[in-house]
């Protein structure tokens, strides 16, 4: 198993940017694909971006639009979500999440286990 704990959320306003951290613990993290995940108030939590076990290939959801950098330290066993140029859509829970065994891991498919997430919220 592996346990995670994110961190870096907070009120921010539009145009600004933040950088959430996700702090692994448990089995070795690089043998997991990372990804963030977000649920916004009244809505279904989605798919944000994606990192594979060496950090050499992403993915990210369309809403992105380059505005987001996910990367991973597998030394420090922390993954990171950078983002600019924050709006008031972004606000939402974001959730980091750890897949051992995916063929879909890039597009948000086969995620096991989950962080308990972290508050973003961007004022207009």
């Known amino acids: 198993q592996v346990q995670l704990v994110e961190s870096g959320g907070g009120l921010v306003q539009a145009g600004g940017s933040l950088r959430l951290s996700c702090a692994a613990s448990g089995r070795t993290f690089s043998s997991y694909a990372m990804a963030w995940f977000r649920q916004g108030p009244g809505k279904e939590r989605e798919f944000v971006a994606a990192v594979s076990w060496g950090g050499t290939t992403t993915n990210y959801a369309d809403f992105v639009e380059g505005r987001f950098t996910i990367t991973r330290d597998n030394a420090k066993n922390t993954v990171y979500l950078q983002m600019y140029s924050l709006k008031p859509e972004d606000t939402a829970v974001y959730y980091c999440?750890?897949?051992?065994?995916?063929?879909?891991?890039?597009?948000?498919?086969?995620?096991?286990?989950w962080g308990q997430g972290t508050q973003v919220t961007v004022s207009s």
């Open positions: 999440a750890a897949a051992l065994d995916s063929d879909y891991y890039l597009v948000g498919v086969g995620y096991d286990y």
